[in-house]
């Protein structure tokens, strides 16, 4: 029995982001009021990732190759990066999961 999916990445590697990847961040952050960039440190588990927050507290993640990248993509967007780590999440993405999960869309 094979534990792995054709097609899929070798164990103990972590996919980088492809242009998907990009071009979803880029359509939130373009489609949304107030979004905020936090870099999020590479896992065991996970990729380097960005998450982006709008001003409702609705966000999105996806994979980023690195702090720099991310930096970049905040530049092109207008929008404001910060390290996770450092800052934490914000409030208002927690209020968000909240109001989500209390309407049963969670």
């Known amino acids: 029995m094979s534990w792995f999916r ?3 990445s070798r164990p103990g590697t972590l996919r980088g982001p492809d242009s998907l990847d ?3 961040l880029e359509q939130f952050a373009r489609s949304r009021r107030g979004v905020e960039a936090y870099v999020e440190p590479r896992t065991n588990v996970t990729a380097m990732t960005v998450m982006l927050v709008a001003h409702d507290g609705e966000w999105t993640r996806r994979r980023i190759s690195g702090p720099d990248d991310a930096r970049r993509l905040g530049q092109r967007l207008s929008i404001p990066v910060y390290d996770v780590a450092a800052t934490g999440y914000p409030n208002r993405m927690r209020e ?3 109001r989500r999960k209390d309407a049963g869309q969670a």
């Open 96 to 98: 968000w999961n909240r």
């Open 22 to 24: 990009i071009a979803h």
């Open 6 to 8: 054709r097609g899929r």
